[in-house]
């Protein structure tokens, strides 16, 4: 009998609770559909204040704008977390091209973030053509040296998770230049990291890693078609040559800051949830994808969690990251100053996969806390949000990864997204108001979650200050 009567009050008292659940995650969704200031947001960031490449102009503009709008929530704390980060500046724009007989290829080309510049004449050599570092070692230096070397291995297109098919061929955008220079090549050309063809270069992050300054060699990104092009002329002509003249520079570091907002939780407060994107961009474009998108939408959901009637039970921070693209300074400056103060967090949610359609989450964490978030699930099926599985979350909050908190990545359909990732055509009008609300409150709804039930393997004791 006794057991009966347990039984039906954990059986209302579960009912009850989904029907609250799915009350409050409803009204989350209404909100930023109706009501939400993301879009707006992203206006601005993007028009108003354009690419915010780390050390820039642009960069210092967006911290002050968006830890003002924070401040305009009435959040319980605002504040700026110093960062040194560095300092690269394009130059003048790019230019290259390549010959053969009497033909004339001008090339759609970016410099690589944090390259050097060319000779002031430009550069101009033979090239050889690779599909990747491992076929690059194998030539040795004898047949490498005083060449361009042009790494072509295109982005696989029969993958459906397009960050795999990414992931499988940047490293020769990060490591080629180094590889190449270690051994005498005199440049680097890589086809950009795109599913498509079309005329636009996509920058991004490479390195020289510990090689000396006389070995580094200017490297530079070209467009899918051209790197199409410049394969079927090297077929034809081997001995063909290459030109591209670049002016970029590398200064010393300069201070910046992560921009950070807390409402403080009622019950838990030194339970920590966090939530954030990516402040810096790229120069090329306004960066409203990569990370813009991601940035609003963390900034909605505490504008989200302060519309519910009570205060969250947990303290929830959103966390604007400096400097991920060319470094992830703000990223780690961030857990590392969570683990000098000894913060308790335990969920870390990044947007950093642009503002298309949300179709879920991946999460990394245990397999108890992996099956509590599954069973969640449910709520989120009337939004059309069916991924939930286990696997990366985002490079910002990867520093903070430690046993007992679950980290979180939001994922939204990526078929578009390296059409415009790093370049100058990742601007405002490539981004749908609904699409970018539908994310905003997703991820809002998933913090209301984790603020509600905590972690499984964790006794709600509130902790007094």
Same mark, same amino acid.
């Given at each position: 009998?006794?057991?009966?009567?347990?039984?039906?009050?954990?059986?209302?008292?579960?009912?009850?609770?989904?029907?609250?659940?799915?009350?409050?995650?409803?009204?989350?969704?209404?909100?930023?559909?109706?009501?939400?200031?993301? &879009?707006?947001?992203? =206006?601005?960031?993007?028009?108003?204040?354009?690419?915010?490449?780390?050390?820039?102009?642009?960069?210092?503009?967006?911290?002050?704008?968006?830890?003002?709008?924070?401040?305009?929530?009435?959040?319980?704390?605002?504040?700026?977390?110093?960062?040194?980060?560095?300092?690269?500046?394009?130059?003048?724009?790019?230019?290259?091209?390549?010959?053969?007989?009497?033909?004339?290829?001008?090339?759609?080309? %970016?410099?690589?973030?944090?390259?050097?510049?060319?000779?002031?004449?430009?550069?101009?050599?033979?090239?050889?053509?690779?599909?990747?570092?491992?076929? /690059?070692?194998?030539?040795?230096?004898?047949?490498?040296?005083?060449?361009?070397?042009?790494?072509?291995?295109?982005?696989?297109?029969?993958?459906?998770?397009?960050?795999?098919?990414?992931?499988? %061929?940047?490293?020769?955008?990060?490591?080629?230049?180094?590889?190449?220079?270690?051994?005498?090549?005199?440049?680097?050309?890589?086809?950009?990291?795109?599913?498509?063809?079309?005329? &636009?270069?996509?920058?991004?992050?490479?390195? &020289?890693?510990?090689?000396?300054?006389?070995?580094?060699?200017?490297?530079?990104?070209?467009?899918?078609?051209?790197?199409?092009?410049?394969?079927?002329? /090297?077929?034809?002509?081997?001995?063909?040559?290459?030109?591209?003249?670049?002016? %970029?520079?590398?200064?010393?570091?300069?201070?910046?800051?992560?921009?950070?907002?807390?409402?403080?939780?009622?019950?838990?407060?030194?339970?920590?949830?966090?939530?954030?994107?990516?402040?810096?961009?790229?120069?090329?474009?306004?960066?409203?994808?990569?990370?813009?998108?991601?940035?609003?939408?963390?900034?909605?959901?505490?504008?989200?969690?302060?519309?519910?009637?009570?205060?969250?039970?947990?303290?929830?921070?959103?966390?604007?990251?400096?400097?991920?693209?060319?470094? /992830?300074?703000?990223?780690?400056?961030?857990?590392?100053?969570?683990?000098?103060?000894?913060?308790?967090?335990?969920?870390?949610?990044?947007?950093?996969?642009?503002?298309?359609?949300?179709?879920?989450?991946?999460?990394? %964490?245990? =397999?108890?806390?992996?099956?509590?978030?599954?069973?969640?699930?449910?709520?989120?099926?009337?939004?059309?949000?069916?991924?939930?599985?286990?696997?990366?979350?985002?490079?910002?909050?990867?520093?903070?990864?430690?046993?007992?908190?679950?980290?979180?990545?939001?994922?939204? =359909?990526?078929?578009?997204?390296?059409?415009?990732?790093?370049?100058?055509?990742?601007?405002?009008?490539?981004?749908?108001?609904?699409?970018?609300?539908?994310?905003?409150?997703?991820?809002?709804?998933?913090?209301?979650?984790?603020?509600?039930?905590?972690?499984?393997?964790?006794?709600?004791?509130?902790?007094?200050?």
């Amino acid at each position: 009998m006794k057991l009966n009567i347990l039984f039906t009050f954990l059986l209302i008292s579960w009912v009850v609770n989904a029907q609250e659940d799915a009350k409050i995650i409803e009204n989350m969704y209404n909100t930023s559909l109706s009501n939400g200031m993301s &879009y707006s947001w992203l =206006d601005h960031l993007s028009n108003e204040i354009g690419g915010r490449l780390s050390g820039s102009d642009g960069a210092r503009r967006a911290v002050e704008y968006t830890k003002s709008e924070l401040e305009k929530l009435g959040l319980d704390k605002v504040w700026l977390q110093p960062v040194m980060v560095p300092k690269w500046v394009r130059g003048a724009k790019e230019s290259g091209y390549f010959t053969t007989g009497m033909d004339r290829h001008e090339l759609h080309i %970016c410099a690589l973030g944090g390259s050097v510049a060319t000779p002031r004449e430009g550069l101009i050599g033979e090239v050889i053509e690779v599909k990747g570092i491992d076929e /690059l070692k194998s030539l040795g230096p004898d047949k490498v040296k005083g060449k361009i070397i042009f790494f072509n291995r295109p982005m696989e297109p029969t993958l459906i998770e397009t960050f795999r098919a990414y992931g499988g %061929c940047v490293d020769q955008r990060y490591s080629g230049a180094m590889e190449a220079g270690k051994l005498g090549a005199i440049g680097v050309v890589v086809r950009s990291m795109n599913l498509r063809l079309d005329n &636009y270069p996509h920058t991004g992050a490479m390195t &020289y890693g510990d090689l000396p300054e006389n070995l580094r060699i200017p490297s530079a990104a070209i467009s899918t078609i051209d790197a199409e092009a410049l394969s079927m002329a /090297l077929s034809n002509d081997a001995l063909l040559k290459l030109s591209f003249k670049q002016d %970029c520079r590398q200064f010393d570091d300069v201070e910046s800051f992560n921009v950070i907002g807390e409402i403080r939780g009622s019950e838990f407060p030194n339970e920590f949830i966090v939530v954030g994107g990516h402040l810096d961009s790229w120069d090329m474009g306004d960066g409203s994808h990569d990370d813009g998108a991601g940035v609003v939408q963390s900034m909605e959901v505490l504008r989200l969690m302060k519309f519910q009637e009570q205060r969250p039970k947990r303290s929830i921070r959103v966390i604007l990251f400096m400097n991920e693209e060319n470094g /992830l300074r703000g990223g780690r400056k961030y857990a590392e100053e969570a683990k000098f103060n000894r913060e308790q967090h335990i969920l870390a949610l990044e947007s950093d996969s642009g503002g298309f359609t949300p179709r879920g989450f991946s999460f990394d %964490c245990s =397999d108890e806390e992996f099956d509590q978030v599954k069973s969640w699930e449910h709520l989120f099926k009337p939004y059309l949000i069916h991924y939930f599985e286990k696997g990366g979350s985002g490079a910002d909050i990867g520093p903070l990864k430690t046993e007992g908190i679950v980290l979180a990545g939001l994922r939204p =359909d990526s078929q578009r997204y390296f059409d415009y990732h790093h370049t100058s055509i990742d601007t405002f009008d490539a981004v749908n108001k609904r699409e970018l609300e539908l994310g905003a409150a997703t991820m809002a709804s998933l913090v209301y979650l984790f603020d509600k039930y905590g972690l499984k393997d964790k006794k709600n004791i509130p902790i007094k200050n």
